[in-house]
């Protein structure tokens, strides 16, 4: 199976992300990751992303927080949709996902 | 050879992107393909942009763009420059590439 | 050791670009490239960042600039910071370190 890894660290990109997303897990089988850092981590509270997001959720999408961009923003993980998980650096994992087979996306 | 996969998903980059492919052939033999998704495949039909293009098809750069994309933006493929091939998903398209050994630039 | 290629090609993404590498370097031992071509070049020369780069540079960080880049917006390589390298194409660069194994980021 594929694996790939979106990155995202701007906050206007999220309604072209998610659909990236939609529509890859749409035509390929693959674990997917989104990876948002920078001032996009702002996404992972916005209502307005809620439904599509659970809908990517529910499809095994793993939604990812840089928590140098939350504490950045002074933003608390409380604050984000229940289903985002936290790491301490997201180029770090950017990285390590690319050392492990993982494409990268950025839209 | 070296194998390289551009993604375009900004309208504003695409001089950008162009002299980016421009000076990668001058410099390198590489089989080339240009990915456009999101609102960049109008790239794809714009007059200011035929002349560039025509230049590195020449050359063997395979342009490219997303079904998704031309129906999220009303565009058919016959509006698109002859040379352009489309496929279903973009974003596949990004993935298979690089499991296949691309190297991804995004300009 | 892993190996990373930052690409930044917009000048706004100076301060992004160097807080991800900052970042990076605390949570990660790496080999770290930072390849600036379009209009990112003139990043190089700008005192505002001379402080980060200076210590990036002192971690181990290699900037490195596109020539194309510096002769289209008619920048001397003797104007750039002392430890700027500069390369004949930023876009090959990319394709190359990549081939070599270097993951891929972009900001």
Redesign the interface.
Known sequence: M?H?IF?I?EKEKSP?LL???K??L???T?EVEVLA??VAVIGYKSEEFINQMNSLKDQGVQFVA?R?ALN?HHILKEELFAFVSVI?????E???K??SGY?????
Do not use: F, R, T, W
């Open positions: 594929d790939v990155h660290d072209l659909g990236n997303v529509n890859l749409a035509d390929m693959a850092n920078g840089c140098n950045a301490p650096a997201g180029v770090v950017l990285v390590e690319q050392s494409a990268y996306i950025k839209p």
